[in-house]
């Protein structure tokens, strides 16, 4: 009986030792930073760039460090480096492109494709009090930042059973030159895409009882599938992107014509009342960061589930 006692109270102990242990060990959830996003944003938007136009000097440095964030984060190149060089350009310009490898033995063979374009429109001969720098904070060093957020999740989490296509594309200010090039490219090479989503201008709220809207929202069910992966209306339709057909202005375009899959633009600028649009004042100070990164917090089990659901769930309307 002492025997059999003593043996059930070690057990016992244990098992308690074992469950402790398992709260001290379990992982707390993924919180983004702040202060990430800003040192993203407040670098792509700098002076130095001097506007990120394609093809320039400022665009290069966005390049390099792009580079270094998926190196980081041991995001492998797509091709054999980082770069993809856009030859239809007349100046030496480059998408930036990595790959992570899904975990799921089957998904793993399709793809689901996150970008935003880095460049800009660069500097104006016109200066309005000694400031000619098209800084380009909210378009698009905000999406750019976005994607580099998610890079880091997903870099680190390794969550993702599809692959993931992480693209920065450039050329985008002069006609999507850099996608389209690029979806043209992995169209030619069969590549197996499921669907592709953009993001553009997410620098501040939206002000409206949505997070952030869709471009093309009635062409696909993507916007309800990520308010039922999200658990809340998240995402919906804006009149002003209606009217002036958003989703073929963006770097989803080229997608959705190549390979007539879902593919479509997310943003929280309101164009409409958004006041410095390719204006010389779209610069760091006009952005809100807690905004962004409570935007990348939401989106990430959004983009987790969409990414590592069984079926293809998000499809075209007919």
Do not use: W
């Not at 800009?120 to 994607?147: E, F, L, Q, S």
Request: charged fraction near 20%.
């Amino acid at each position: 009986m002492k025997k059999a006692l003593l043996f059930s109270i070690l057990s016992l102990g244990c098992i308690t030792l074992v469950s402790a242990q398992k709260k001290k060990t379990a992982a707390a959830p993924y919180k983004v930073e702040e202060k990430s996003v800003a040192a993203t944003l407040k670098f792509l938007s700098s002076d130095d760039l001097k506007g990120r136009d394609t093809g320039s000097e400022g665009a290069e440095m966005a390049a390099k460090y792009l580079e270094d964030v998926l190196a980081k984060n041991n995001i492998k190149p797509y091709f054999k480096t980082y770069r993809d060089t856009i030859t239809s350009y007349s100046k030496p310009a480059y998408n930036i492109v990595g790959y992570l490898e899904g975990t799921d033995p089957v998904l793993k063979k399709e793809f689901v494709v996150i970008g935003a374009h880095y460049d800009h429109i660069g500097i104006t001969d016109k200066p309005v009090n000694g400031d000619y720098i098209y800084n380009g904070a909210d378009d698009n060093a905000t999406g750019t930042t976005t994607v580099t957020e998610l890079v880091n999740y997903f870099g680190k989490t390794k969550s993702n059973k599809r692959s993931i296509l992480f693209c920065f594309f450039s050329a985008e200010e002069v006609g999507l030159i850099g996608s389209k090039h690029l979806a043209q490219k992995l169209k030619a090479q069969n590549f197996n895409i499921y669907t592709m989503v953009n993001f553009e201008m997410t620098g501040v709220p939206l002000g409206h009882d949505l997070l952030a809207f869709i471009t093309g929202y009635g062409r696909s069910n993507m916007a309800d599938k990520f308010n039922e992966y999200g658990g809340q209306k998240l995402i919906g339709s804006n009149e002003f992107e209606m009217k002036y057909q958003l989703f073929r202005q963006s770097d989803n375009y080229p997608f959705f014509l190549e390979f007539n899959i879902p593919a479509h633009t997310l943003s929280t600028t309101e164009m409409s009342t958004f006041k410095f649009y390719h204006e010389l004042g779209d610069e760091f100070g006009a952005m809100d960061t807690a905004h962004m990164t409570n935007f990348v917090q939401v989106m990430l089990p959004v983009v987790e589930k969409m990414v590592n659901t069984p079926t293809h769930e998000i499809v075209l309307k007919k």
